[in-house]
């Protein structure tokens, strides 16, 4: 894009600095009325014409900054390609597309697959800068490749101490640091017998997974068995689970309430069905809470917002959802304040096992529609020295998508 809108430039710089640079980028820095970025980044630039600007903290006052120079030839100095896993995304999202112009450069993804031959479509690119390197482990697989950006010098060690806690240890670490620069130095090892010493805080880890006995791998569709999660016996079953998550249609970017969260599973199952969805477990009870967190942390979803209190008493603080599962608590009117803030198009799932929340359920659906259904499951279990099927109490399942 670009045009007369256009007054904020994102420039990408690499460790190799401003040689790299295309002749539209040296053309953007020279003209710009301000600079803003590192301390890094604009010591490369040197003395300008212009005025500079540090970043400073909270990041929120240089977007601040950055408002207040609105209409004047305004330039963003970021790391590599802005756009992924950058400053980019922020500035975007505070001004919109069509007041950016964006100018990236190569990549720390393309420069480690590069430096180890490894081709990039096939990698599962992800960044442990200011976030859980627990979120991670929802990737590790047998064979699978990850390219990791960290938050400094000691977080590759702390990804080999998880990776081999998680039965991974035999994996390859490939430590990449300050690439593209002149100090550049590329180092391996396994997690397991991670030894690397004095690593820089500027580095991005290639993994190479080799799961183990002890790895439980654990795939990204619904279902995951029950003894996955820690839990007190109050929780949706895996055929239940995978039947709701299912209803519940996971689109990029949706938003999901789990309304009654118990132990987590639906909200945990939601966000690991996609990078982009986001998820409020709501739960009143602080032990369950618990779980929750615990269970996030486990299965690789540390993102999980954990909502504490009754779902009438914080549905007003939280953002509009696309999905809603009602889980528990269905007799304790949730259903209306819920459906009134799903969005157009929206899917709500309820589930109900008493007689007087199938009741509910069965005055739901003839009032909005969509589709009911009893669940029965008969599992086969030891009936003395022979086997016989036992059947788990009846789950009412409704369905319905707002108009």
Known sequence: MGGEAVWLTVVGIG????????DEAHMAIAEADILFGGERHLDMVGPTRCEQHVWTSPFEANLDAIEERMGENVVVLASGDPLWYGVGATLARRFGADALRV??????????????????????????????????????APDARLIVLTGGSEAPREIAKLLTARGYGQSRLVVCENLGGYEERVRETRA????????????????????????????????LPDDAFVHDGKMTKRVLRALAIASLAPMPGDRL?????????????????GPSLRAFAIEPRADRRAMIAENAITLGVPDLAIVEGHAAEVLDDLPDPDAIFLGGGLSDGVFTPCWERLKPGGRLVA???TLESEAILIALHGSHGGELSRIGIETAQKVGPYRGFKPAMSVMHWHVTKP
């Open 192 to 223: 397991a017998d991670f030894h690397l010493a004095h690593v820089g805080a500027l580095n991005t880890v290639a993994i190479e997974c080799r799961a183990g006995l002890a790895a439980t791998p654990r795939p990204s569709v619904p279902g």
């Open 257 to 273: 309430w789990d309304v009654g969260a118990g132990c987590g599973s639906v909200g945990i199952e939601w966000l690991r069905a």
């Open 351 to 353: 589930h109900a096992v």
């Open 103 to 140: 100018l990236p450069t190569l990549s720390a993804f393309q420069l480690t697959a590069a430096r180890l031959v490894w081709t990039l479509q096939d990698c599962v690119c992800l960044t442990a800068h200011g976030r859980p390197i627990e979120a991670l482990v929802r990737h590790a």
């Open 15 to 22: 460790e190799d600095g401003l040689s790299a640079l295309s």
